[in-house]
T-cell receptor, first 112, second 114 residues
Framework: GDSVTQMEGPVTLSEEAFLTINCTYTATGYPSLFWYVQYPGEGLQLLLKATKADDKGSNKGFEATYRKETTSFHLEKGSVQVSDSAVYFCALSEGGGFKTIFGAGTRLFVKA | DAGVTQSPTHLIKTRGQQVTLRCSPISGHKSVSWYQQVLGQGPQFIFQYYEKEERGRGNFPDRFSARQFPNYSSELNVNALLLGDSALYLC?????????????FGSGTQLSVL
């Protein structure tokens, strides 16, 4: 079945460091790919998405490119801030689109 | 506008009991989905309802059931609770259903089964 695998955390970075969180997926068709973020004490919210191969999703300085050849959707940010500390979830949806499949999440800590 | 609201926020039950969780979607959203999030894991899909009809069901036992009302709010019922049902239950709404739909999540109901 479809699945999402993302790098284990926690990831600890200093402010202004470069961030990469790896995500790979397995799907039978051509899924849409998402990154959701869960800030402390808040609900999950969509960070960015890409709906077809080579699309780049971007938001709040975060970017991820849909790579069909490597079945990957890695999240990157050039300079993290303390306020980026959160849990990040990679996810996919395809076919009828009635369900979204999430990875296990990667917790990010950013130190001042 | 109000976001997705869930009630109650926290709930403590004992094994064998039954529980009902409630969700109100964002105004105008016709689809509601339910997810279970166990500590340290990603959300797992339970149900999706669209226009009051079940559109999808995840790999959960028949003890789990749900319904959607004419005002698009939804309830998730779990019967014969087990210790393993302890989790954060998330409700998400979207305008419609489809692979590109953005999900808007509520803050969840934390269920503890003792």
């Amino acid at each position: 079945g479809d699945s999402v695998t993302q790098m284990e955390g926690p990831v600890t970075l200093s402010e202004e460091a470069f961030l990469t969180i790896n995500c790979t997926y397995t799907a039978t068709g051509y899924p849409s790919l998402f990154w959701y973020v869960q800030y402390p004490g808040e609900g999950l919210q969509l960070l960015l998405k890409a709906t077809k191969a080579d699309d780049k999703g971007s938001n709040k300085g975060f970017e991820a490119t849909y790579r069909k050849e490597t079945t990957s959707f890695h999240l990157e940010k050039g300079s993290v801030q303390v306020s980026d500390s959160a849990v990040y979830f990679c996810a996919l949806s395809e076919g009828g689109g009635f369900k979204t499949i999430f990875g296990a999440g990667t917790r990010l800590f950013v130190k001042a | 506008d109000a976001g997705v609201t869930q009630s109650p926020t926290h709930l403590i039950k004992t094994r064998g009991q039954q529980v009902t969780l409630r969700c109100s979607p964002i105004s105008g959203h016709k689809s509601v989905s339910w997810y279970q999030q166990v500590l340290g894991q990603g959300p797992q899909f339970i149900f999706q309802y669209y226009e009051k009809e079940e559109r999808g069901r995840g790999n959960f036992p028949d003890r789990f059931s749900a319904r959607q009302f004419p005002n698009y709010s939804s309830e998730l019922n779990v019967n014969a609770l087990l210790l393993g049902d302890s989790a954060l239950y998330l409700c998400a709404s979207s305008l419609a259903t489809g692979p590109n739909e953005k999900l808007f999540f509520g803050s969840g109901t934390q269920l503890s089964v003792l």
